[in-house]
């Protein structure tokens, strides 16, 4: 696939385990030395050098200056050019895979998704249904383990005498002994594997979109096109989704390479403890040191396009994800559960136990036993799942903010009123000509700026009539982004519709 890579030369790690938990001996041999350039991201093994890091300099110089530094006609181009490469690889290096499915498809994955039980809630409206390409690193390479350190244990039964109860009781335990292996295993990673694609944004929730990587559909990404981001679709279009956006790369590849290692190192170490299991005959192993030594580890930026259901719950965004090229009907996000019916189910599990049991083991009479045991655990059962999406997102929230996996943005965002104090409406029609609303995060900004660029650049023109037309929707497209991606001109915009 010749396309945007990191390459990573053959480096070697290794890592060390003390009863399942691991602390690193080495630090990442290749893992700071990273050379840019215009045909490939490359990892280097030497120490780094002044040369390697005015390289570095030069690249993003290059590449990441602000694309809106002038709505004139004679810089609309370069600003196109800058910010498509701001966050990430240059369009050039892009693979994309293509829509395969409608708008209307995409809703029946997202019904089936949300209907999968008696106990599933369907989702009554949808607030908004977008059509975007998601940015993934797709990693692939060779890796040869060693063990260096392991031991494997057998299982047997042991009586004791318990002081507490007075008895001699039994209980199982494991008599672990060293073993002295030096066995290797050599192991290829294609990027077909769903775990080496690396979501590469922070704008929605990782663990979701996780669930909708496939094996197959990156086999059918091809060169980048501007063609891509328009369907003529009678469905699409009557839904006002003729245009797709693009979520921009805002990971860098030493961040993937990191969970693509993490993966690798995993995956190893389940097939050492199978390999030792097999050949000690013994119930169980563990490793407490393996060696890593990565060839050949690529990276490839690829699009890939998913339909993006937002709903409104308590007052609160929930978004599911539709991929929209596997027929398989991967979806990823949040499912919602019935209240009502878990509530009624837990009230008649509880009434009919009740009758079975009797309350005089419990010293009540039937009212306490009927509200202690019938209705406190219905209604506490029902506020948990009604209230299950919101402690799910914030728990979520406050672990991804304590491990620092990413840069403030959510994909979910509290409506109040009041929030803005501004006059409501669009005097200058910015918000409209990006198509995005006013409370639309600065990523989603960027993504549709991205997309609408992409299609109104008027080097994509022919004719001069169309260049004219596409010169004069580029530059108003520009205007809007230079206001709207800054937070103190979207700001005086909000309150006095000064552009």
């Known amino acids: ?198 979501y590469a944004s922070y704008k929605y929730r990782r663990g979701f979109i996780n669930q909708i990587r496939s094996s197959t559909s990156i086999l059918d990404a091809t060169k980048f096109s501007h063609e891509y981001f328009e369907s003529h679709d009678p469905e699409d279009v009557q839904r006002g989704l003729g245009n797709r956006g693009l979520d921009p790369f805002t990971m860098k590849p030493d961040n993937a390479l990191r969970f693509v290692r993490t993966v690798i190192e995993q995956n190893e170490l389940s097939k050492a403890e199978r390999w030792l299991v097999d050949n000690y005959r013994c119930d169980r192993a563990r490793i407490l040191s393996m060696d890593f030594q990565y060839g050949g580890m690529n990276l490839a930026p690829i699009y890939i396009p998913v339909y993006v259901f937002s709903i409104q719950y308590l007052n609160r965004t929930f978004r599911t994800f539709v991929q929209a090229h596997d027929p398989q009907g991967l979806v990823g996000g949040l499912r919602f559960y019935s209240w009502q019916r878990i509530g009624a189910v837990t009230a008649l599990s509880a009434m009919t136990g ?22 406190a655990p219905s209604l506490l059962t ?50 409209a000509t990006l198509g995005v609303s006013k409370d639309a995060s600065i990523q989603e900004i960027q993504s549709a700026f991205r997309g609408l660029a992409m299609k109104w650049h008027p080097d994509r023109f022919k004719t001069e009539k169309e260049k004219t037309i596409g010169k004069k929707k580029f530059q108003e497209i520009t205007q809007a982004y230079t206001v709207l991606r800054d937070v103190k001109k979207r700001k005086n915009y909000d309150m006095y519709g000064q552009g």
Request: a positive charge.
């Open 354 to 375: 009740l009758a079975l049991l009797g309350t005089s083991g419990f010293g009540y009479g039937w009212t306490g036993a009927f509200w202690l045991g019938v209705v």
């Open 1 to 198: 696939m010749a396309c945007w890579l990191t390459k990573a030369a053959p480096s070697a790690r290794s890592i060390a385990f003390a009863t399942g938990s691991r602390s690193s001996r080495l630090p990442w041999i290749p893992g700071n030395q990273r050379q840019w350039c215009a045909q490939s991201w490359r990892s280097q093994t030497q120490s780094p050098s002044k040369a390697s890091y005015r390289s570095y300099a030069t690249f993003r110089k290059r590449f990441s200056s602000s694309s809106s530094s002038s709505s004139s006609s004679s810089s609309s181009s370069s600003s196109s050019s800058s910010s498509s490469s701001k966050e990430g690889p240059h369009q050039s290096k892009f693979r994309i895979v293509p829509f395969r499915m409608n708008v209307q498809q995409a809703e029946e994955q997202f019904v089936k998704y949300h209907g999968h039980s008696f106990f599933s809630a369907k989702p009554s409206h949808v607030d908004k249904v977008e059509a975007l390409y998601i940015p993934f690193w797709a990693a692939s390479g060779n890796v040869r383990s060693t063990i260096i350190n392991a031991q494997v244990g057998w299982d047997h039964l042991v009586s004791y005498y318990n002081t507490n109860t007075k008895k001699t009781e039994s209980r199982w335990e494991t008599t672990w002994r060293q073993v002295q292996t030096r066995h290797e295993f050599v192991s290829a990673y294609p990027s077909t594997e769903p775990e080496l694609q690396v």
């Open 382 to 431: 029902a506020w948990g799942v009604m209230y299950y999406p919101i402690l799910d997102y914030r728990i979520r929230d406050w672990w991804r903010q304590r491990s620092g996996s990413y840069s403030g943005s959510s994909s979910s965002s509290s409506r109040t009123a009041g929030e803005r104090a501004g006059p409501v409406g669009d005097p200058l029609g910015y918000y």
